[in-house]
């Protein structure tokens, strides 16, 4: 049974496309999966946001947050957040179908070819070249984000610095992920739950 979602508003101008169907979702995620080579953020976010439009950059940057702590593959995570918000369990499972069933095959398919081929120098230099080449897509599209951070209730700056103290602690200190997530992700939602309840409107002035 269809789960009726309304579409994200969009601002003033309307509101958001949405997947038509679940058929609909499964070939969406399909092709976005055989896109992500590497870097699959930047190939998310421009299918997503820039193309199909089904979420602004905010919401991506909200929900993508969401996948990525979450336990499993951050874009499988986000595909079965998108299916169920729109077409509920059904969505979720086409979504989930869609970023594995054709991508598994061709994973399989490229895995025998790269045995063939792995003790080469030259095949093992390309790997490292292709290493690079998601490195910058990856940044580029954290780039492209950092713009949506502008709405964020916990402003820019703040914004900025929680970035670099988890850049520091991951990159840097090589603390454990878990402990970054729940001591800096931690603060940062204790944060933004204190600005959120103190820009809140007393509950006797609520309509």
């Given at each position: 049974?269809?789960?009726?979602?309304?579409?994200?508003?969009?601002?003033?101008?309307?509101?958001?496309?949405?997947?038509?169907?679940?058929?609909d979702l499964f070939w969406s995620f399909t092709w976005l999966a055989l896109q992500g080579f590497g870097?699959?953020?930047?190939?998310?976010?421009?299918?997503?946001?820039?193309?199909?439009?089904?979420?602004?950059?905010?919401?991506?940057?909200?929900?993508?947050?969401?996948?990525?702590?979450?336990?499993?593959?951050?874009?499988?995570?986000?595909?079965?957040?998108?299916?169920?918000?729109?077409?509920?369990?059904?969505?979720?499972l086409s979504a989930l179908a869609g970023m594995l069933a054709l991508p598994l095959l061709v994973v399989?398919?490229?895995?025998?070819?790269?045995?063939?081929?792995?003790?080469?120098?030259?095949?093992?230099?390309?790997?490292?070249?292709?290493?690079?080449?998601?490195?910058?897509?990856?940044?580029?599209?954290?780039?492209?984000?950092?713009?949506?951070?502008?709405?964020?209730?916990?402003?820019?700056?703040?914004?900025?610095?929680?970035?670099?103290?988890t850049f520091v602690a991951i990159g840097l200190l090589r603390w454990p992920l878990v402990w970054v997530?729940?001591?800096?992700?931690?603060?940062?939602?204790?944060?933004?739950?204190?600005?959120?309840?103190?820009?809140?409107?007393?509950?006797?002035?609520?309509?």
């Amino acid at each position: 049974m269809k789960i009726p979602v309304e579409a994200p508003a969009a601002g003033a101008g309307g509101s958001l496309p949405a997947p038509q169907s679940c058929n609909d979702l499964f070939w969406s995620f399909t092709w976005l999966a055989l896109q992500g080579f590497g870097g699959v953020l930047a190939v998310v976010q421009r299918e997503l946001v820039e193309k199909k439009r089904w979420m602004t950059r905010e919401q991506f940057v909200e929900d993508w947050a969401v996948a990525q702590i979450m336990p499993g593959p951050n874009v499988v995570n986000l595909s079965m957040m998108i299916g169920g918000r729109y077409f509920g369990l059904r969505g979720a499972l086409s979504a989930l179908a869609g970023m594995l069933a054709l991508p598994l095959l061709v994973v399989l398919a490229l895995a025998v070819l790269y045995g063939q081929v792995a003790e080469y120098p030259v095949a093992q230099n390309a790997l490292r070249g292709m290493g690079a080449v998601a490195a910058g897509l990856i940044t580029a599209t954290g780039i492209k984000l950092i713009a949506a951070l502008e709405r964020n209730a916990m402003g820019m700056a703040v914004c900025i610095g929680l970035a670099c103290i988890t850049f520091v602690a991951i990159g840097l200190l090589r603390w454990p992920l878990v402990w970054v997530l729940l001591g800096i992700g931690g603060s940062a939602c204790l944060w933004a739950y204190r600005v959120l309840a103190r820009e809140a409107p007393p509950a006797g002035n609520r309509s």
